[in-house]
Structure formats: structure tokens, C-alpha cells
């Protein structure tokens, strides 16, 4: 048989089982660094500035919303005349004046004061959670 270059390395990639080591254990490789980046993250899911050893988490905070009542004018006040004729007199018809008075209504309109949003929130290091990197 003759000896390879990397012959000290105990692999012989033309054996057959020595191929089937090297893939396995590439695999485990590729396996055991994808679970680290996926615990770790790639940086977007890390919050800005994060201070060693606290452990964060990304809260969902609603939009908020104020509600207000407004008084609006409906009829301004006015004037009203009104006749009223007397049956069987001969006396001429009788004119009334009043004032009818204002009226409104109300209308509730919603503002929005803040907008939806994720905000970051020191928790408790638990079993599970590990802090951020901080790429030290």
C-alpha cells in the first residue's frame, strides 16, 4: 500500500469507512454550530447595547389610543315667529317670537399616540435563557 502525505492522521479517505467517519463527523460539525447560532442569534434579534450578564426579551407593545369627546354645534340659536289665529274672532291673527336655543351634539373621535411596537426588557437569567453575545 502506499503511504499518503496525511498518512499520520489516521485517514485514508480511499477506505470506505473512513469516509463515512469524515462525513458524520463534518455533519456533527455543521449541527453543533447551527444550534449555537440559532441560541446566539445573528445580532438582529440582540438588543442595542446589551450590558454583560443580563439576560433580555422582546416585548410586543400595542398601539395606544386616546379617545375624546368633542361638543360640536349643531343648530346655532335663532329666532322663531309663529302665528296663531284665533277661530271665530274677528280679531286679527296673534304673532308669536321665541328664541329657540342652540343645540349640539357630541362626537367622539379616537387619536393614536403611539404606534405599535417591540421594545427590549431586562429578565430574570433563567434555565434556557443565556445573556447576548456582546462581541467581545
Known sequence: MQQLPNAGA???????????????????LVVILAADISVAGDGADCPPNPEPGKCYEKVYSPAQYEER???????????????????????????????????????????????ASFIWQTVACGPGRTPPRTGD
Open 69 to 115: 369627546a368633542e361638543q360640536v354645534l349643531d343648530q346655532p340659536a335663532r329666532i322663531e315667529t309663529r302665528t296663531i289665529a284665533e277661530s271665530g274672532s274677528a280679531s286679527p291673527a296673534k304673532v308669536e317670537r321665541y328664541t329657540a336655543p342652540a343645540t349640539y351634539r357630541i362626537i367622539m373621535t379616537r387619536h393614536k399616540l403611539r404606534d
Open 10 to 28: 489516521g485517514v485514508d479517505f480511499r477506505r470506505k469507512h473512513d469516509r463515512h467517519r469524515a462525513v458524520a463527523t463534518g455533519a456533527a
